[in-house]
Every structure is written in C-alpha cells, then in structure tokens.
C-alpha cells in the first residue's frame, strides 16, 4: 500500500512540474485574429459619420505585436473596403489599438465579440463598435 501511495505522489509530482514548464498560451478565444462581423454606431451627431455593418479582417504581422485590420462595410448587400489599419496588440491584456489621423481605435476581445471604439484626439468617443467572431 505504501508503495503504491508514493507512486501515485511521484506522477503526481511529475504532471504538475510539466504542467509548471509549460508556457501560458492565448487561447484561440481571446485573441482578435479572426474575422468578426457586427455594427459601428455613430456617438456624436450630426456629423457626417453613419451607422454602419461592418466586418473586420484581422490578420497578424511578423512582429509579435502588430496586427492588420481590414476594415470593410456592408453597402446593399456587398462588403466596400474602408481601409486597412496596423494596429499594436498589448500582449499582456489581448487589448488592440490602431492610431489614425483623426483618433485612436481600442479593440477588446470579451469572449466572442470584439468591443471597439474610436476616440477622437480630443477623446471624445466617436464610434462604437460590437461583433462577432464569424464562423
């Protein structure tokens, strides 16, 4: 009985040292690589902005912490391209932010949406955006 005791302490032991030495991934969940599909909504108005569906293409560079996102709206049924932005991913909290002239996009990934908005560089907040990840 002893010997079966310290043979279940030692597996014990060696699961949870490979466990230890294992390095921390980012599940496929939190990242924002993907392409998500939802709306952005105009917060200050009038303006010229409008209410749009979007979808973003979002794609990693070589460099660990850029990203692309091709950004497209939905005009009568077919996708128009809006442009494409290099963003910077904060490696430590998955959070995303692209600079442009006007302002500054912040993406979040929460689960299966990505929660978004552009802040002028007044900070005033612009735009709202939620999507999906699409399947």
Known sequence: MRIQLTGVAVAALLARAATAQTPPQQSTDAT???VW????TCLI???ACNDEIVVYRIARLKAVDSLT???RKIV???EQEMGVLTCYLVPTNGDLSCTIPQGV???RVRSDS???ELRLRNNAKFRDVRALRAP
């Open 32 to 34: 924002p690589v993907g």
């Open 37 to 40: 599909r939802g709306t952005s």
């Open 69 to 71: 996102l091709d950004a």
């Open 76 to 78: 009568r049924g077919e």
């Open 45 to 47: 108005r009038p303006s």
């Open 105 to 107: 996009w912040h993406f």
């Open 114 to 116: 990505l929660i978004g």
